[in-house]
């Protein structure tokens, strides 16, 4: 867009008709920006998310609970996938995108900067971080941009399932002997604020925390369709009633129904904490961007091979045409 009126008028009337914006149309050059920053971040989430509970395919409990991670981490690929070529139609490659992750110039999602200590860990991560995922994403998929919707209608329908195999492995747990109980209680105690941060930081500044500076842009723009604190007031209402389900208790004293505001009350994240992990400090950031680092460098002769046979196969074609 060259900054004219009258294409911008257009794209206005687009996002206030509620339409999509398509990548041939005319955007604004902080739209295409804002949107490339938020499919990146969320492209890097989710192949980062694969490291976590990739450390226990190699220890998953019983041959049907290693089938089971193994596909789901796979999806997670599949995901990253489908976001990379969503902002490759914005113009940027995914060669850049990668680049970025690997120089920390670009975010992934704080969550995946916590360890998985015990197998519970996995069932909390499909059962809470799929859950705040989809809480999150189920929005996306009425974003304005066209590619980054309809790619989040997909992932919205892997996550549900990946929830509900969280859900189910964390209930078997709850069921068996005590120990097994505790570990889920364990699993639980530590990874309810660190999902609750993942929705970011609070609409309004308090208590001196910082508070998400992108929100009103994107909502106006039809990026986003809650605030940050909405999404995660949704999600608490919706999980509180599955802990009771499993027979967990959420590690928060204060966590109750409010009879007039008709949520549940409860005690947000540490605000310090999430930005010293965004920012790099957390348990695992280290660990998560050398891995990937080193995977990328590792995978080199695969991507190679791949082209050379696309190369070859191109010249096939064009020798049999
Ligand atoms: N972690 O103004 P704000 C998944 C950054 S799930 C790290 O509120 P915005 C998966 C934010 O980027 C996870 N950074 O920003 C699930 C911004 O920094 P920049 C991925 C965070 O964009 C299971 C600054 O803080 N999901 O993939 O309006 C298995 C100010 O924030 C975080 C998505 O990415 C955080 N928690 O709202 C495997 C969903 N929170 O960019 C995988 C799409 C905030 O100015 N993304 N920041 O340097 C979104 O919905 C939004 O981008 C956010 C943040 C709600 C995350």
Redesign the pocket.
Known sequence: MDGSDEQEAAFYAIIDADGRIEPRDDMPEAYRR?LV???A??AH??I???QP?GNWISRAPSLRRKAILLA?VQD?AG?GLYLYAAAETLGVSRDELLDKLHTRR???????NYPTLTWADVGA??WL??G??IT??IP?TRCSYGPYARAMVRICKE?SF?QRQGFEALLALTRGTPEQKAMAQDALNRWWYPSL?????PDTEGGGA??????EQ?MRWG??RFS?DE?RQRFVDMTVPQADVLGLRMPDPDLRWNDERGHYDFTPPDWDE??A??NGDGPCNAQRIEHRVSAHHEGQWVRDAASAYAAKRQRHLEGVA
Not at 106 to 112: D, E, G, T
Not at 197 to 201: D, E, Q, T, V
Not at 210 to 215: A, G, L
Request: charged content about 20%; glycine content about 6%; cysteine-free.
């Open positions: 804002s920053r938020q499919i971040q969320h989430s989710e980062i998310g694969m509970e789901k997670e995901h670009q975010k992934y999602s704080s969550i995946f991560i499909g971080v799929d705040a995922a999150n994403q996306l996550e990946h941060a993942m929705f970011g930081p910082k508070r998400s500076t992108h929100t994107s990026i986003k940050n999404l999430l930005f992990v965004i």
